[in-house]
């Protein structure tokens, strides 16, 4: 089922912080519109949940060394 | 992993240890005269502080991003090679001292929406269908609970009083700080301040879906929806940051001298170029909604600036769109025992000119709905007659004075014409067979509305339009009052699309400005589509910018700021640019080396920041009382 996935991290400085996000969450399986919102510190994205999980989601962000501070899952209608 | 967090998170302390340990290095060369300690102290200096800039470049690697952090990596690398600790030491302190004087001023241009967000209740105090109340996280609350608020509190969620009453700030949804009256059965918002009282609400929305969390969701999102310039300079950077390597290769490999290669690498950081763009619409948008305007992103700020025709919608946007007493002409009689017996009348029927006479016998405190009335008729095309207080009293148009053989004086017949002039719709009174009074009733022109448009047209707009499905006889007279350039009436929701597509064939950069009720298509056609007023969903998706409450000296403050906010980050553009030909220049004229080119990268990046957070108070003195109210609400609300 498809899901959308809301992480909300510590505020982002530098903007290839963001291409470096968007780049490694997209390379997640089951994974589309990812979006980084710099200003907000908010990472979006589609997620299948037959591929990935939320959890996995927010460990890739958390590996490449940003905290992950809240996560919101919401089903896609 | 552990390891990469905690050096995140200390960066600071590490920024600190490497200067503490570059001060004890230059004191030891100079005071101690210990070379040795000097070498170990800065090359201990470089590696503390370089650690958390070589994690970043091996991260950006590994996703294949050429970071500005591997340019200053490789820079520090070679530096250490050809044993110049001290260039090292001080490029990457710098480096990461800058990092963090960008957040603590970055964090500044972003406070305008940071306030916005705090303002969001996280926590609601839910009432269980047996009475118990627990206190719950507001992600877990479903349409139609009932949750209980009080004085003081913010309201969690969209939704109905089934009980209590008070009044709510609603300041957060509208942008105007005042307080309204809720009673049982009135609609609250989210996100807005019981400032007195106590309420339970039943939920209609909840969470993501309430008006403020999709406020929120738009002032994000516009955030870092990026101008053309922006995304120029993102394109750019792309192929800029590999492009620096390259050229410190091919320096290198021709001068054969290595220090100016991986001086060439520190100087090529982009820097204040990538972050000037951004940062100035970050603290315009910010700017704007602190006030109830959101702009949706950095292109519509751009395009918004250039706009030089503005096409009004006219009912309800230039006018109130609600009809009341305009001009009143009284003979004989009394003005207020007119008003009071037409009022008595009127009650009886619940024509819309009624209802404004009603409204202004109301506004004026005048009793009637305590006289006695007799042989009420209502006559269908003519008005209303009635016996009240034993008067006889006749309402409304010329045929029913005809019919009761009432005739209009030659200056009553005068006055009569030049109310129709207007535009208005006309009621005559009639008191025991003799004219009482004329009432000219129109939808009303928004008050100190002609002010704010020449305001408009001070600030660049160059032609003023107004389009309406009324008739071309009011239009005129209410655009005759305001100063519009050009009117069009008798239009369909359709037709005004095609005047809209019209002025854009004619190379003119439009702006829609309507209510966003009937005119979502024109919204949507011109190049900046303005919905006023909350509006509805469809509106607010349309539109480029939406106003949370109708007010022009709002569009006034919008137009202005999207023009200053466009010449800010002009001004930041010109900068980056300056400072990285200084550089240059320096490089050959052989003055700028590494450290120095690094001081001149991190202080330009400050320069450019403040420079954005003049946008932040812009405007300020205009509207201190809503911005005050802004903020003391934040403050109660971190408070709790």
Same mark, same amino acid.
């Given at each position: 089922?498809?899901?959308?996935?809301?992480?909300?991290?510590?505020?982002?400085?530098?903007?290839?912080?963001?291409?470096?996000?968007?780049?490694?969450?997209?390379?997640?399986?089951?994974?589309?519109?990812?979006?980084?919102?710099?200003?907000?510190?908010?990472?979006?994205?589609?997620?299948?949940?037959?591929?990935?999980?939320?959890?996995?989601?927010?460990?890739?962000?958390?590996?490449?060394?940003?905290?992950?501070?809240?996560?919101?899952?919401?089903?896609?209608? | 992993?552990?390891?990469?967090?905690?050096?995140?998170?200390?960066?600071?302390?590490?920024? /600190?240890?490497?200067?503490?340990?570059?001060?004890?290095?230059?004191?030891?060369?100079?005071?101690?005269?210990?070379?040795?300690?000097?070498? @170990?102290?800065?090359?201990?200096?470089?590696?503390?502080?370089?650690?958390?800039?070589?994690?970043?470049?091996?991260?950006?690697?590994?996703?294949?991003?050429?970071?500005?952090?591997?340019?200053?990596? %490789?820079?520090?690398?070679?530096?250490? @090679?050809?044993?110049?600790?001290?260039?090292?030491?001080? #490029?990457?302190?710098?480096?990461?001292?800058?990092?963090?004087?960008?957040?603590?001023?970055?964090?500044?241009?972003?406070?305008?929406?940071?306030?916005?967000?705090?303002?969001?209740?996280?926590?609601?105090?839910?009432?269980?269908?047996?009475?118990?109340?627990?206190?719950?996280?507001?992600?877990?609350?479903? =349409?139609?609970?009932?949750?209980?608020?009080?004085?003081?509190?913010? %309201?969690?969620?969209?939704?109905?009083?089934?009980?209590?009453?008070?009044?709510?700030?609603?300041?957060?949804?509208?942008?105007?700080?005042? /307080?309204?009256?809720?009673?049982? *059965?009135?609609?609250?918002?989210?996100?807005?301040?019981?400032?007195?009282?106590?309420?339970?609400?039943?939920?209609?929305?909840?969470?993501?879906?309430?008006?403020?969390?999709?406020? +929120?969701?738009?002032?994000?999102?516009?955030?870092?929806?990026?101008?053309?310039?922006?995304?120029?300079?993102?394109?750019?950077?792309?192929?800029?940051?590999? /492009?620096?390597?390259?050229?410190?290769?091919?320096?290198?490999?021709?001068?054969?001298?290595?220090?100016?290669?991986?001086?060439?690498?520190?100087?090529?950081?982009?820097?204040?170029?990538?972050?000037?763009?951004?940062?100035?619409?970050?603290? *315009? %948008?910010?700017?704007?909604?602190?006030?109830?305007?959101?702009?949706?992103?950095?292109?519509?700020?751009?395009?918004?600036?250039?706009?030089?025709?503005?096409?009004?919608?006219?009912?309800?946007?230039?006018?109130?769109?609600?009809?009341?007493?305009?001009?009143?002409?009284?003979?004989?009689?009394?003005?207020?025992?007119?008003?009071?017996?037409?009022?008595?009348?009127?009650?009886?029927?619940?024509?819309?000119?009624?209802?404004?006479?009603?409204?202004?016998?109301?506004?004026?405190?005048?009793?009637?709905?305590?006289?006695?009335?007799?042989?009420?008729?209502?006559?269908?095309?003519?008005?209303?007659?009635?016996?009240?207080?034993?008067?006889?009293?006749?309402? *409304?148009?010329?045929?029913?004075?005809?019919?009761?053989?009432?005739?209009?004086?030659?200056?009553?017949?005068?006055?009569?014409?030049?109310?129709?002039?207007?535009?208005?719709?006309?009621?005559?009174?009639?008191?025991?067979?003799? =004219?009482?009074?004329?009432?000219?009733?129109?939808?009303? +022109?928004?008050?100190?509305?002609?002010?704010?448009?020449?305001?408009?047209?001070?600030?660049?707009?160059?032609?003023?339009?107004?389009?309406?499905?009324?008739?071309?006889?009011?239009?005129?007279?209410?655009?005759?009052?305001?100063?519009?350039?050009?009117?069009?009436?008798?239009?369909?929701?359709?037709?005004?699309?095609?005047?809209?597509?019209?002025?854009?064939?004619?190379?003119?950069?439009?702006?829609? #400005?309507?209510?966003?009720?009937?005119?979502?298509?024109?919204?949507?056609?011109?190049?900046? *589509?303005?919905?006023?007023?909350?509006?509805?969903?469809?509106?607010?998706?349309?539109?480029? @910018?939406?106003?949370?409450?109708?007010?022009?000296?709002?569009?006034?403050?919008?137009?202005?700021?999207?023009?200053?906010?466009?010449?800010?980050?002009?001004?930041?553009?010109?900068?980056? %640019?300056?400072?990285?030909?200084?550089?240059?220049?320096?490089?050959?004229?052989?003055?700028?080396?590494?450290?120095?080119?690094?001081?001149?990268?991190?202080?330009?990046?400050?320069?450019?920041?403040?420079?954005?957070?003049?946008?932040?108070?812009?405007?300020?003195?205009?509207?201190?009382?809503?911005?005050?109210?802004?903020?003391?609400?934040?403050?109660?609300?971190?408070?709790?």
């Amino acid at each position: 089922m498809s899901k959308k996935i809301t992480m909300q991290l510590d505020q982002l400085t530098c903007p290839s912080c963001l291409t470096k996000i968007e780049g490694a969450v997209k390379q997640q399986p089951g994974v589309s519109n990812v979006k980084v919102l710099f200003n907000a510190g908010k990472v979006k994205a589609d997620f299948d949940d037959s591929q990935t999980s939320a959890d996995q989601l927010s460990d890739v962000v958390t590996k490449l060394g940003y905290e992950v501070k809240k996560v919101r899952v919401k089903d896609n209608e | 992993m552990k390891f990469q967090l905690w050096i995140e998170k200390h960066t600071t302390q590490l920024t /600190a240890v490497s200067a503490i340990l570059i001060v004890l290095g230059y004191a030891s060369k100079y005071l101690l005269n210990a070379p040795l300690v000097y070498t @170990i102290t800065l090359a201990a200096a470089s590696i503390v502080a370089g650690v958390p800039i070589f994690l970043h470049a091996y991260q950006a690697l590994r996703v294949k991003v050429i970071s500005i952090e591997l340019l200053v990596t %490789i820079a520090v690398i070679g530096a250490f @090679i050809i044993g110049e600790y001290n260039e090292s030491a001080i #490029v990457t302190f710098l480096f990461l001292f800058g990092n963090f004087l960008e957040q603590k001023t970055f964090a500044k241009t972003r406070q305008s929406i940071k306030s916005l967000t705090e303002m969001a209740p996280t926590s609601a105090e839910l009432v269980h269908d047996d009475g118990t109340i627990e206190e719950v996280d507001v992600d877990d609350l479903d =349409v139609g609970d009932v949750v209980q608020v009080k004085t003081g509190g913010s %309201i969690p969620v969209d939704g109905e009083i089934v009980d209590g009453q008070g009044y709510a700030d609603e300041a957060a949804v509208t942008g105007e700080s005042r /307080a309204v009256t809720k009673n049982a *059965g009135d609609k609250v918002f989210s996100g807005t301040l019981l400032s007195d009282g106590y309420v339970k609400i039943k939920a209609t929305k909840v969470g993501d879906d309430t008006t403020f969390a999709k406020i +929120i969701e738009l002032v994000e999102d516009a955030q870092d929806t990026k101008s053309h310039a922006e995304k120029f300079i993102d394109r750019f950077a792309k192929y800029y940051t590999p /492009a620096v390597l390259v050229i410190a290769l091919i320096v290198g490999l021709v001068s054969r001298d290595f220090k100016l290669a991986i001086t060439v690498l520190v100087l090529g950081c982009p820097g204040a170029l990538v972050i000037g763009a951004p940062v100035s619409n970050v603290a *315009g %948008i910010g700017n704007g909604a602190k006030r109830g305007i959101l702009v949706k992103g950095g292109s519509s700020m751009d395009t918004f600036s250039k706009v030089d025709t503005f096409v009004f919608d006219k009912t309800g946007t230039l006018t109130t769109g609600k009809t009341a007493l305009a001009d009143s002409k009284v003979y004989g009689s009394d003005a207020n025992e007119a008003l009071q017996l037409t009022a008595a009348v009127e009650a009886l029927s619940d024509h819309p000119l009624g209802r404004a006479l009603t409204q202004a016998a109301d506004d004026a405190h005048l009793d009637y709905k305590a006289l006695a009335i007799e042989n009420s008729s209502t006559i269908k095309g003519q008005g209303i007659t009635a016996t009240v207080a034993g008067h006889t009293v006749c309402a *409304g148009n010329h045929r029913l004075l005809e019919a009761h053989d009432i005739q209009l004086s030659a200056e009553q017949a005068e006055t009569l014409s030049q109310f129709q002039a207007t535009g208005s719709s006309i009621v005559i009174v009639a008191i025991d067979a003799k =004219v009482a009074a004329i009432y000219a009733i129109a939808d009303t +022109i928004r008050e100190g509305l002609k002010d704010e448009l020449a305001e408009l047209k001070k600030a660049g707009a160059k032609h003023l339009v107004m389009l309406t499905g009324d008739n071309a006889q009011t239009a005129n007279y209410v655009a005759d009052q305001l100063g519009i350039d050009e009117v069009h009436a008798d239009l369909l929701p359709q037709d005004k699309v095609t005047f809209v597509k019209q002025f854009e064939d004619e190379g003119r950069t439009v702006a829609f #400005v309507g209510d966003g009720i009937n005119d979502s298509p024109s919204l949507a056609t011109a190049d900046i *589509g303005i919905a006023m007023g909350s509006g509805t969903d469809v509106a607010i998706e349309t539109s480029d @910018i939406v106003l949370m409450q109708s007010s022009f000296a709002a569009l006034d403050h919008a137009y202005k700021l999207a023009k200053k906010t466009v010449l800010n980050t002009r001004e930041n553009i010109f900068i980056s %640019i300056a400072v990285v030909a200084f550089l240059l220049l320096g490089l050959i004229a052989g003055f700028i080396y590494m450290a120095s080119g690094m001081f001149v990268h991190e202080a330009s990046i400050l320069v450019v920041i403040f420079n954005a957070m003049r946008l932040i108070n812009y405007g300020k003195h205009d509207d201190k009382k809503i911005s005050e109210n802004v903020a003391n609400l934040t403050a109660v609300n971190s408070a709790k």
